[in-house]
């Protein structure tokens, strides 16, 4: 992707960093100013917000010392609702929603709340809303912890299918050196792989950060997170006018480009699951639908076989049993089993809940031409 990328991204997350979240309203401003022109543009946006601790700390007079976890997550909760208001009133400015969410790691990483997480953000995207991320610092221990904003903005990133990521800080791109302590330090406009070399000069860059825990070196880790999934990145400074505007420009900002599309990339990791957990069986008016890209759904399904999950990868056969795809179910196979050959009206009825119309969405399915060569089944 080339710097015109925000002009042709359908999908862009947009991470804050906590030094700039403590800088005035006036640059919050400014971001939500550039990002309400890309939504009146058509594009779909996310922010992913640091400084909720930072924003709490002088709230509970923990302004001035080092905090131990649970006063961290004091912090974070009591400055919560201060950093989704800053956003509220920036972005109401423009007559445009906000919307909070709250992640913890476990939530990209288990798919079943992967699934949850991603339609409850499309959902407020195709309402027009723009969602406020931030991590669940209140609930958050070790081991279900991001660590620090970037890699979760780009957990988020690999989650909606977005496009590109920016991550804006008080540091304009990555530089060969470290711009704090060498004048003569020269920005990296492009960069088209991440090597030993570029995370080299991302372990000197930002040595001097004050509020943020993340630097340049999180931003890199980040970078590749959301490349591998087809999304491009640019790293740019949010303290400029037109923060965001600006990086369409070679002369502003570092970006990471993708080798590979969102839609690739996604259709890598379904091909790739070693053992599906289930099969779905279909009718030749459901196949010659999956042929058209549509999604799969329940009337089409004559049989349901094995057990699954709602999030696991199922193989999806004609009635010969010939596998023709393989998809990420929207529901378990009790479920799936009951829907079988139903309308979608019928749903609710059927299972007391809808959850989605499609048994398998069109996003989630790889047809069989697609990796039939890897997996001879």
């Not at 509970?60 to 649970?70: A, H, K, M, T």
């Not at 476990?106 to 991590?135: C, H, K, M, S, Y």
Request: glycine residues 10%; neutral net charge.
């Amino acid at each position: 992707m080339s710097r015109q990328s925000l002009q042709t991204a359908e999908r862009i997350v947009v991470k804050i960093g906590s030094t700039l979240m403590q800088a005035g309203p006036a640059i919050l401003g400014a971001i939500a100013r550039d990002v309400a022109a890309l939504c009146q543009d058509g594009k779909q946006c996310v922010i992913v917000s640091s400084g909720a601790v930072a924003l709490g700390r002088p709230r509970l007079g923990l302004d001035r010392q080092p905090l131990s976890l649970e006063q961290k997550q004091a912090a974070a909760a009591a400055g919560q609702p201060v950093l989704v208001h800053a956003w509220e009133q920036a972005f109401s400015v423009h007559d445009r929603s906000t919307a909070q969410a709250l992640l913890t790691l476990d939530v990209t990483e288990d798919r079943r709340r992967w699934l949850n997480a991603r339609a409850t953000l499309d959902t407020l995207l195709d309402l027009g809303a723009t969602p406020i991320v931030n991590e669940n610092d209140t609930v958050a221990t070790d081991e279900i912890r991001y660590g620090d904003n970037d890699r979760l903005a780009a957990r988020v990133a690999q989650l909606i299918g977005a496009d590109l990521l920016i991550l804006l800080s008080d540091i304009d791109g990555l530089f060969d050196a470290d711009p704090r302590a060498n004048p003569g330090a020269q920005r990296v406009a492009t960069i088209d792989t991440i090597d030993a070399t570029v995370r080299a000069m991302a372990g000197g860059a930002n040595t001097q950060a004050g509020a943020g825990t993340g630097g340049m070196r999180s931003k890199v880790q980040a970078a590749e997170i959301a490349t591998a999934s087809g999304c491009a990145v640019i790293i740019g400074d949010g303290r400029e006018p037109g923060p965001v505007k600006r990086l369409a420009s070679r002369e502003a900002g570092t970006l990471f480009r993708s080798a590979v599309s969102v839609a690739s990339a996604r259709e890598r990791w379904i091909s790739g699951a070693v053992s599906p957990h289930g099969e779905i069986r279909i009718d030749a008016g459901a196949l010659n639908a999956l042929q058209q890209g549509k999604s799969l759904l329940p009337v089409g399904v004559v049989a349901i076989q094995g057990q699954f999950s709602r999030g696991d990868t199922v193989r999806i056969s004609d009635e010969q049993g010939q596998t023709r795809a393989r998809g990420v179910s929207a529901y378990n196979s009790t479920d799936a089993a009951l829907i079988a050959g139903r309308r979608t009206e019928e749903i609710e009825d059927l299972l007391g809940y809808r959850r989605a119309p499609a048994l398998v969405h069109a996003d989630d399915l790889v047809l069989e031409r697609q990796f039939m060569k890897a997996d001879p089944s």
